[in-house]
């Protein structure tokens, strides 16, 4: 708008449209004069959403989506209708409705939405089937925050009245896309009007994001995808580990300033055989005594061609048992998804999307 030699205030207008109204095309923003919208398209200008290309429906009420942006690179986005429990014990107003879920709640007014940070990931955490496309390129913060926006918009959500917790925990590292991630972070806490405190950042432990992270004042709940509870296990599973070992991991959790209440998530994906024995339990109890620290078990989902196997019932109870025992409050996330591959680990582009047609409004906000 400054360019055009208009006013904040028409920048103000623009920007209620993108993120508040969430209009699909430039020629629906009915607030800015028409000869002002011809004006933005001469100079090149378009805006609009992500695509929506397609919908896997899983029968308890998960959606996955294969979204597609304006250069025809496509991530996958999960609704959650209800929420997958992943907030629970983690000391914020998410987890009280989870816990304490008021009368009138309905899966409608409450849910999660599971969001990328890059196409594809660099990370190569073996038990991940995102991890098997590498890594294509990192989304920008509208593409980011567009896949929210599109999927509002297909349910109708109305940010206010309807309670939309979110994860960035789809395909990508969020943490080695750290300026993206936290400027989406900035659209969504701000004229998208989504509470940080409905927000959670998922990472491998990047170091360096974690630092950065420990600054801002403005900032989704951390997540750390731990997974082992010691080095050579977790070396096995994710080679990350070679870089920043758990001491270091958990030096620089430390410095992140907690809110009153607020715990540190762990998500720790149970591999039988592996890393779900009485003595990683332990071993894990000995790690995180000294940090105000919950613990999400997550079933392991099995996919095509990973030589894993899910845990056994028994082992994922005893292990449970074993870690609220030595008083660390641990949860079962809910697994979600599972028959349309939406659950944890399991997102990865099994549908291929048609070749970018020219796109008449750029698909990105
Ligand atoms: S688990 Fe997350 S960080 Fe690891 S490879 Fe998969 S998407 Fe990347």
Redesign the pocket.
């Known amino acids: 708008m400054e360019s055009l030699n208009q006013s904040a205030y028409r920048a103000r207008q623009l920007c209620e449209a993108l993120y508040v109204q969430r209009v699909p095309s430039l020629d629906q923003i009915t607030t800015l004069p028409a000869a002002l919208r011809e004006e933005l398209k001469a100079a090149g200008h378009t805006v609009g959403l992500p695509e929506l290309l397609q919908t896997a429906h899983s029968i308890d009420g998960t959606e996955r989506y294969l979204v597609r942006m304006a250069d025809g690179e496509t991530v996958e986005t999960v609704w959650m209708p209800g929420g997958d429990g992943g907030e629970r014990g983690d000391g914020t107003k998410a987890a009280e409705e989870e816990e304490h879920p008021s009368h009138d709640d309905d899966d409608y007014k409450r849910a999660t939405i599971c969001i990328s940070s890059q196409v594809g990931?660099?990370?190569?955490?073996q038990?991940?089937l995102?991890?098997k496309l590498g890594i294509r390129r990192n989304l920008t913060p509208g593409e980011i925050a567009g896949q929210v926006a599109a999927v509002l918009n297909r349910h109708n959500v109305e940010v206010g009245r309807d309670r939309i917790n979110l994860v960035f925990?789809g395909?990508?590292?969020p943490f080695l896309n750290y300026m993206s991630f936290m400027d989406a972070v900035r659209l969504l806490t701000g004229p998208m009007r989504i509470p940080e405190s409905r927000m959670t950042v998922?990472t491998?432990g990047i170091l360096p994001g974690i630092e950065q992270f420990a600054q801002e004042t403005v900032r989704p709940k951390l997540a750390v995808?731990l997974n082992a509870s010691n080095d050579i296990v977790r070396e096995s599973i994710?080679p990350i580990t070679r870089k920043w070992n758990i001491a270091a991991l958990l030096e620089a959790i430390s410095t992140v300033p907690l809110r009153p209440r607020e715990r540190i998530t762990f998500e720790y994906v149970l591999l039988g055989g592996i890393n779900d024995q009485r003595e990683h339990a332990d071993e894990l109890i000995a790690l995180l005594k000294n940090l105000r620290a919950k613990i999400n078990l997550i079933v392991w989902n099995s996919g095509p061609g990973m030589p894993f196997h899910e845990p056994t019932p028994q082992d994922v109870g005893i292990f449970q048992k074993r870690l609220r025992d030595g008083g660390i409050p641990a949860f079962i996330r809910k697994p979600r998804g599972r028959d349309i591959y939406a659950a944890c680990?399991q997102?990865k582009r099994t549908l291929e999307s048609p070749p970018p047609t020219p796109l008449i409004e750029i698909a990105t906000l």
């Open positions: 990931c660099a990370v190569n955490c038990f991940c995102t991890a925990m395909m990508g590292e998922s491998s995808s994710m680990g997102l």
